[in-house]
């Protein structure tokens, strides 16, 4: 036991280190970025083209709110001098004339504030959903072995959906905050140097102080939010494979170990707390004290000033205040280039995946096809097809693939696990390309690289060993097989029922094709989730039906009622079959065994068996 507690917390303390090497590799690639990327800004801004006219009240409005602050100081002042008039008359009618004042500028700011907030609201939401479309659009190009690579993992691709677009849409934000912060700087300087020029030149050394705290306050928050986002990320993983896999983890009886787990990286979350609470408290404090001690210095400026008949009470203070905004409007702007650091590097990672050439772009436009009309989609030629997966390029998993079908022959492909099987599926419907060879369609032998790639995969009708179902109705699920904008009539929707024996639908208080499947088809037990999925593929009554070991999941009794329905579907179609249980494809017109990435026999069940070799040993194995 000692020895199982040894090694989990040798385990924990590798992805301790792991991660740490993650994280300072992340760093390290966002430092590169931040120092070498332009942020495309006009590209950007071309997101809120139908709200560009929103930008000019958006940028007035922060300005004006900006300046509302420095100016209010007139008033201030004013005011206070007037306190100490000996006329009470003049006192009054002064404050008045103050009072007014307070009321313009305000009115101002208001009206500033709610045209800014308002109008950058907008143009922030309606980019960041551009973006997302634009994001998820992209990823939708991309073949399918860029989604085989490790780093793009569907929560990479998830995370890259909901925070990239929000952060990029947070630099459009940041032009109100610029606005408004170069307002007060230049305004509180103006006023300042206006009243007394001679404070105003000794307060400046106050502003890069006062930038420095902004940014010291900043930096806290950034740094403990940082910290705690990885290790926080990492416990909600727990939850969500957790959820996902509820079964799993119940007939396992994994629950102490998976809060066990969860513990540990909220903990690990909590490990620096301490250290950070105070870094925080004291960094905070730090900033806001030195606003005090600024006031402190500035007072004891002033009184030397007026002390020496150099400056009056309404300069002194009117150059305080005027700085001392200005101050603090350069200390927003000098936090708004933090903001923007994460910005920028969100701004990189999305541009590169939207600027990246898929090799199979599946949203290729129909215009591009070639001639497709002319094609027969069932006749079909493998010619010395060599290939391996682009993320394992040491191991080649076809050798030189040949054969070729004819429309409307029914094929089956046998061979030992791993052989290349399902490859040779992935390759008929162009997820990926050969490296050498050459996969050919009709009787001109068109290279499917050349083909329009929606057309191609549209002539496929495809049930896979996994069923993927929506979490949806029946019906919405069977529909997913149509291209856009196309339809079939009712007639054809319930011959392809019951050529997919979907007669349980109307049993056991189903609903018909308004029965919902539940998550991932859930409700629906292992074969009617396939019939489900042969019915979805019938629904473009594709020419050619690719079959990838479609009733190996299921028991005997399930397997007779979806091979009934295979059977029935592969009527007058081309079809493609591999098959785990050899009696399924004994039918098939014609037979091919693969075996170590090569087909090394051809023919009909009767002529391989009388050929004593491959696939007559498989049947051997198989009656064991
Ligand atoms: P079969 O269908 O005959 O069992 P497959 O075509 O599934 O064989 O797999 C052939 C080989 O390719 C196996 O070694 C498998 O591990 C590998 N392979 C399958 N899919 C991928 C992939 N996406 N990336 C890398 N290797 C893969």
């Not at 000794?202 to 902004?214: G, T």
């Not at 350069?330 to 999305?350: E, N, P, R, Y």
């Not at 949806?472 to 196309?486: D, H, K, P, Q, W």
């Not at 049993?507 to 409700?523: A, D, F, I, Q, Y």
Request: glycine share 8%; charged share 20%; proline share 3%.
């Amino acid at each position: 036991q000692a020895q199982v507690r040894r090694g989990s917390s040798h385990s924990e303390e590798c992805e301790i280190q792991r991660v740490k090497r993650e994280k300072e590799a992340e760093a390290e690639r966002e430092k590169e970025i931040v120092k070498g990327y332009k942020v495309p800004m006009g590209r950007l801004l071309s997101y809120n083209r139908p709200e560009w006219p929103f930008f000019v009240p958006a940028i007035l409005g922060a300005m004006v709110d900006g300046a509302a602050n420095p100016v209010c100081t007139v008033a201030l002042v004013g005011s206070m001098k007037a306190f100490f008039k000996p006329d009470k008359e003049e006192m009054r009618a002064d404050l008045e004339m103050m009072a007014l004042t307070f009321v313009l500028v305000g009115v101002a700011a208001l009206l500033g504030s709610t045209l800014s907030h308002g109008c950058f609201s907008i143009l922030g939401e309606a980019m960041t959903q551009r973006l997302r479309v634009a994001i998820l659009t992209g990823m939708f190009r991309q073949e399918v072995g860029f989604h085989d690579d490790p780093s793009n993992t569907p929560g990479m691709l998830s995370k890259a959906l909901e925070l990239w677009a929000f952060r990029v849409a947070v630099l459009c934000k940041s032009i109100q905050a610029k606005a408004a912060a170069m307002s007060s700087l230049v305004v509180g300087l103006v006023i300042a140097f206006v009243y007394c020029w001679q404070m105003s030149l000794v307060m400046l050394a106050s502003i890069p102080i006062m930038i420095a705290a902004s940014a010291l306050q900043w930096l806290v928050l950034l740094g403990a939010s940082k910290n705690e986002n990885q290790n926080i990320t990492n416990a909600n993983q727990i939850v969500v494979d957790s959820v996902m896999n509820a079964r799993t983890v119940q007939a396992l009886c994994v629950e102490k170990n998976l809060v066990h787990m969860y513990v540990g990286w909220v903990e690990k979350s909590l490990v620096g707390m301490w250290r950070r609470s105070l870094l925080a408290g004291i960094g905070f404090g730090v900033s806001n004290g030195i606003f005090f001690f600024i006031m402190a210095g500035g007072f004891y400026v002033a009184s030397l000033l007026i002390k020496e008949s150099i400056a009056d009470f309404e300069g002194v203070m009117m150059a305080f205040m005027g700085i001392f905004y200005a101050g603090m409007g350069a200390g927003q702007a000098a936090v708004m280039v933090g903001d923007a650091t994460k910005a920028k590097v969100a701004c990189h990672d999305l541009f590169q995946l939207m600027d990246r050439v898929s090799a199979i772009d599946g949203l290729e436009p129909a215009a591009t096809a070639a001639t497709p009309q002319k094609l027969e989609a069932g006749r079909l030629e493998f010619r010395d097809v060599k290939f391996f997966y682009p993320f394992r390029p040491g191991v080649l998993v076809l050798k030189g693939t040949s054969f070729s079908i004819s429309p409307g022959q029914s094929v089956g492909l046998v061979g030992p696990s791993g052989g290349g099987k399902s490859t040779v599926m992935s390759l008929i419907q162009r997820f990926y390309d050969p490296q050498e060879g050459q996969i050919l369609i009709g009787a001109d032998h068109v290279p499917l690289s050349a083909v329009n790639i929606r057309w191609w995969r549209r002539q496929i009708g495809f049930v896979g060993q996994e069923p993927i179902l929506f979490n949806t109705t029946v019906r919405a699920n069977i529909m997913y097989g149509l291209a856009e904008g196309e339809s079939v009539s009712d007639e054809y929707v319930s011959q392809c029922e019951k050529i997919s024996n979907l007669a349980f639908l109307y049993k056991n208080g189903n609903n018909g094709l308004e029965t919902e499947v539940g998550p991932r088809g859930s409700r629906l037990s292992g074969g009617q989730k396939q019939r489900v999925a042969i019915c979805r593929a019938l629904m473009r009554n594709p020419p050619v039906l690719l079959l990838d070991e479609a009733t190996s999941a299921l028991d005997t009794q399930s397997e007779a009622l979806v091979q009934q329905a295979l059977e029935a579907a592969r009527e007058g179609r081309t079809s493609f079959a591999i098959a785990h249980r050899l009696s399924t494809i004994q039918g098939c017109d014609v037979i091919l065994v693969n075996a170590d990435g090569r087909v090394v026999e051809r023919g009909s069940h009767e002529e391989l068996m009388a050929l004593k070799g491959v696939y007559y040993n498989l049947q051997m194995q198989a009656q064991r």
